[in-house]
């Protein structure tokens, strides 16, 4: 053993190595031993109702049949499949937890969608998949985007079962890449995913997840850099009722110089036992000088019985940054807005209304999908249409329980 005189010299050392792993991530593998059954004592599994989710973490096969698969857009990007260990499979995805592996060992070939360089996408192209309930499916997408192509990606989810799917994402220099993930599954269904990007230099990546469906639904959106210059914006809008477990986990390594984030996730409660969780993770390397990452979380409780976990972590190696930090707040309808409105008149229903829109509309408008933005329009709506019709109870101010910084 060396003893070091400074303890600042074995603080340097350590900060010398090229890869230091995060405190906040763990340890990626593909090999399945190395991401043993959770007991739920784990840091990354301690939110998650593991006895509800359906034999989703099993190490068996699953139901080949189980999922319908619909092309949307133009077939013609979709160019084929790549077995496991077929580049770009597996350049920017390494499972990072149990149900990415299983996914990754299970789904056989994975389907490739390949913009091509220069290429420029008017309309979006993606794929809807719905499950059968009573079976179990794993899925594994691949989309790689051109040098300087732009596009979109949409990924559409819905139907029943029990499905656990990776989607890897690898923008190429100079690309505009966005993917829009939608978990609209019936009330019994189980999802567990995870979507990992790696953005290139001077490239523009943009990840819209939006959950309104399924019994528990677990999403993992992360993102890490090929090169100086790349920026990445992660959206999220869900909206749980009673009895639904939506949760929502990031992990953005700034492992490149003067690279950008920009997280903002919004979600709204009620209904006895409904649970959110977000959790936002961000590493700060040591290489990582003049970068900028913000992240910021929202979640507004409408009944009693929910509850909203919401955890922003910042983990930094160099002091160099343009700038850094985090929000997350959870809180009940403010008293001042619905008072504003009912003294014009505004009936206390439609005050509650307004409200909510307003709280989703702000995110929904940065969406850019004229089309994706009047389905989530209509969503939020028939949601809202439950408040209306009686489900709230009386919404007092509550303080907000986060931080805001």
Sequence with gaps: MTVTAD??????????????????????????DDHPMPTGREEIWRFTPLKRLAGALDDTPGDADGLAVETIGDASYVVGTLAPGQAPRGVALVPDDRASALASKHAGDAVHVKVP????LVEPIGHRVTGTAGTRTHRHTVIEAGTHSRATYVLDHRGSGVHAGNVEVVVGDGADLTVVTLQDWDDDAVHVGTHEAVVGRDARYRHISVTFGGSVVRTSANVHYAGPGGEAELLGLYFADAGQHFEHRLFVDHNAPRTKSNVVYKGALQGEKARTVWIGNVLIRKVA???ETYEENRN??????CQADSVPNLEIETG???????????????????????????????????VLHGFFQDLIRKIGLPELEEKLTAAVEDELARNVAGTLRDGSSLASSGTER
């Design 289 to 291: 000088e003049a970068i």
């Design 117 to 120: 360089a220069d290429a420029e």
């Design 320 to 354: 160099e940054i343009e700038g850094a930090g985090h929000a997350s707040a959870t809180a009940r309808f403010d008293d001042e807005q619905l008072f504003y409105l009912r003294s014009r008149g505004v009936s206390d229903e439609e005050a509650r209304r307004l």
């Design 7 to 32: 303890p600042r010299d074995s603080v340097a050392s350590a900060l010398e190595v090229d890869h230091v792993e995060s405190h906040l991530h763990p340890v990626s593998s593909f090999d399945l």
């Design 300 to 305: 507004l409780v409408l009944t009693d019985g």
